[in-house]
């Protein structure tokens, strides 16, 4: 069966991700395979940025519809910004822009991806939580952790940084080198340790792991991270990067253009790229 080409011409919309690095970005792969279910005259680029003030002008300039945003911009982006929606304004971090008639307004999807991500293993309401990370990611899991009425505790390298966010959030913070032992039934890894190419690293001991608690890794490349593999060893329910990615990507998608992705057909596109990878 020969595959359909797409062309771009005028008509094309143009989507991007916005951050440095982003080399390693999946993104591409969640956006364009759901464009091309659509049928739409669309395309998803990545777009590595150092000035972030011109690139946000060039998507009004361009015309480009929507953005992802990743590290380092997910907070530094919001004063570039026309407008927030409720979630992003109250988590402070920004993960999507839509361009809506020359406007950018700045949406969180991270929170959303993450928490049915959680809750498709487990009741959070009054489950006590290890948070690890004060970035952007960190951010918007944090507050949707307390909203579902989940009891946070912020591990950190940078202590600035956690003080800040745990001021926000009404927790205690540690710093994460502190990290001993472990009370509570989830652990979420909000930080990039882990990440390829630093993948043999993980940010807490094995010994700190108990059966039975669920162990969440927003790491994706690799998908199994030492984390994880650690925490399988230890007995406990994992959930890799990949469940928060594709469920965020959907949001986005939803926001853009108006169509909700189902999240198998998004994992099935990841999934087969990273196997392409794999066995090159």
């Known amino acids: 069966m020969r595959k359909r080409v797409r062309i771009m011409d005028a008509k094309t919309e143009l989507y991007g991700i916005i951050g440095n690095p982003v080399q390693h970005s999946l993104s591409p792969v ?3 395979g759901a464009f091309g279910r659509m049928g739409r005259n669309a395309i998803y680029l990545a777009f590595e940025v150092k000035n972030l003030g011109e690139a946000l002008n060039g998507i009004r300039g361009l015309g480009i519809r929507g953005v992802s ?39 969180n999807t991270d929170c959303f991806g993450a928490l049915e991500a959680l809750e498709e293993k487990i009741d959070l309401k009054g ?4 948070l690890l ?27 600035d940084r956690a003080e800040v966010l745990a001021s926000e959030l009404g927790c205690a913070h540690h710093s994460l ?14 930080t990039s340790v882990g990440m390829s190419p ?14 039975g608690m669920v162990v969440m890794d927003i790491v994706y490349r690799p998908v199994q991270t030492k984390l994880l593999e650690e925490a399988e060893e230890k007995g406990c329910i994992t ?30 596109d990841l999934w087969r790229v990273l196997e392409a990878e794999r066995s090159d």
């Not at 080198?177 to 909000?190: F, P, R, T, Y």
């Not at 630093?198 to 059966?211: C, G, H, I, Y």
């Open 30 to 32: 969640i956006h364009n």
């Open 127 to 130: 489950k006590r939580v290890i």
């Open 69 to 107: 945003v990743t590290i380092p911009f997910k907070t530094r982006v919001i004063s570039f910004l026309d407008r927030l929606d409720h979630f992003a304004g109250k988590v402070k971090a920004v993960n999507t822009i839509a361009n809506v008639g020359g406007d950018l307004v700045g949406y």
């Open 177 to 190: 080198s502190s990290l001993k032992e472990m009370d509570g039934d989830i652990l979420v890894n909000a």
């Open 198 to 211: 630093f993948d043999t690293a993980s940010p807490v001991p094995k010994k700190v792991l108990r059966e």
């Open 239 to 268: 959930i890799d990067g990949l469940e928060m990615l594709a469920r965020q990507g959907a949001a986005q998608l939803d926001i853009w253009t108006g169509w909700r992705q189902e999240v198998w057909q998004i994992k099935e």
């Open 133 to 159: 990370g004060a970035g952007g990611a960190a951010r918007a899991i944090g507050f949707g952790l307390k909203e579902k009425g989940c009891q946070v505790v912020l591990f950190n390298r940078s202590r």
